[in-house]
């Protein structure tokens, strides 16, 4: 194995964290005033996370084909697009320089699919905050439902990506939460991305 593949795998593998910023001096707030917004402290400050982790989520969650003899492969094509994507610095997980690299088209296919591999990854964590701690998370993507258990979105153009699910603790029944991931990268385009996604959520959400 070469030094750049080990260094590269090494990266992947390891636990490290990303930043969670949600507390009620967030300056998106001013810019969703017709949202009822409440601060999570389960998603402020260093968020856990396993590089590996959360690329074989996105490949799970978005896989074409719901399919539980084709998961074994279908597991694995995040990682293998987006190894060497990633470097430790401080710490925390940033983009290698060969990532930073990436431009264009590419870019955009970038920060959608990260987006929701580390959207996933905490909302993950927030769902099991709440949950019974011996019930494990279910993610759906939403276009994948039936339409009977999304009626509630078909109705409007606006949806958002995916949902989760949980046991209650000391309940049969679950909690769900909808997820709305947003990969942008500039000032201006995060608060454009959720004024979008504001839209798409239920009128009371945490962020």
């Not at 964290?17 to 998106?28: H, K, N, Q, T």
């Not at 697009?81 to 690299?101: I, M, N, Q, T, W």
């Not at 494990?136 to 994948?144: G, K, L, M, R, S």
């Not at 709305?180 to 991305?193: D, I």
Request: net charge positive; proline share 6%; aromatic share 6%.
């Amino acid at each position: 194995m070469n030094g750049a593949l080990k260094h590269a795998l090494h990266t992947l593998t390891a636990r490290t964290a990303v930043r969670g910023v949600s507390d009620e001096a967030l300056p998106i707030r001013a810019d969703l005033p017709h949202a009822r917004l409440a601060a999570c402290a389960a998603l402020n400050g260093p968020q856990p996370v396993v590089p590996l982790e959360a690329l074989r989520g996105l490949a799970v969650a978005s896989a074409a084909t719901l399919s539980a003899d084709l998961l074994q492969v279908q597991a694995n094509w995040a990682v293998a697009r987006y190894v060497g994507s990633f470097e430790h610095k401080k710490d925390h997980l940033v983009l290698s320089e060969p990532g930073e690299a990436v431009c264009g088209n590419q870019r955009r296919v970038l920060s959608e699919e990260l987006g929701i591999a580390f959207g996933l990854h905490t909302g993950s964590r927030w769902m099991a905050s709440r949950a019974d701690p011996a019930s494990p998370i279910w993610v759906a993507d939403v276009d994948q439902l039936p339409a009977r258990l999304v009626s509630w979105a078909a109705k409007s153009e606006h949806r958002p990506d995916f949902v989760l699910a949980a046991r209650r603790p000391g309940h049969t029944n679950f909690t769900v939460a909808l997820v709305e991931s947003k990969g942008t990268r500039t000032p201006s385009h995060v608060k454009k991305a959720w004024r979008a996604g504001a839209d798409r959520s239920h009128p009371q959400f945490e962020i």
